[in-house]
Every structure is written in structure tokens, then in C-alpha cells.
């Protein structure tokens, strides 16, 4: 995990006292990356499950700015495959 990354975020947004918007994008082996936009600007971040999951739990503590936790827009190119058993 980059915590760098996790502070750039939360620098850029609290920075402007905002939340950010997120997407969740998955590939079919189902890895998935987080893309925290700023409602503002438009700069984009992208981030690790781990980075996201610390994002959460860091903009939660702070509640005023960051992301809000459940507001994430889920994009899934594939559909799951079945179920085996």
C-alpha cells in the first residue's frame, strides 16, 4: 500500500473541504481498482483496495472531507460467472 497516495487524496479534498466520487472498476479476474474523482476539479486518483479501504477509514475518522464510505458506483465490464456447486 502507497500511503502517499492515500494523503494526496485527502490533501487534494480536504484541501476544499469535499468528498469525493468514486468508482469501483473490476476486470474479469475480478481485481479492482478505485478512481476517486474530485467533484471540483475533475483530478483523478486511483487507487489499490488496500489505499481505498485506508481512504475510508481515514475520511470516516474525519468526517468532513475524504469519502464517504457506501458511495461507491460499481463498473463491471463481465458478468460474474456461475456459481460452482
Not at 474479469?28 to 485506508?54: I, K, N, Q
Not at 475510508?56 to 475524504?66: D, H, I, M, P, Y
Request: aromatic letters at 8%; one cysteine or more.
Amino acid at each position: 500500500m502507497d500511503a502517499r497516495q492515500v494523503e494526496q487524496v485527502l490533501a487534494h479534498l480536504c484541501g476544499k473541504g469535499l468528498f469525493g466520487d468514486v468508482r469501483q472498476w473490476c476486470e474479469s479476474r475480478f481485481d479492482c481498482v478505485y478512481v476517486v474523482t474530485c467533484p471540483d476539479c475533475g483530478c483523478r486518483f486511483v487507487l489499490s483496495e488496500a489505499e481505498y479501504s485506508e481512504l475510508v477509514e481515514r475520511s470516516s475518522a474525519l468526517q468532513v472531507c475524504g469519502v464517504l464510505p457506501g458511495r461507491c458506483e460499481v463498473r463491471m465490464p463481465y458478468p460474474r460467472p456461475p456459481s460452482l456447486g
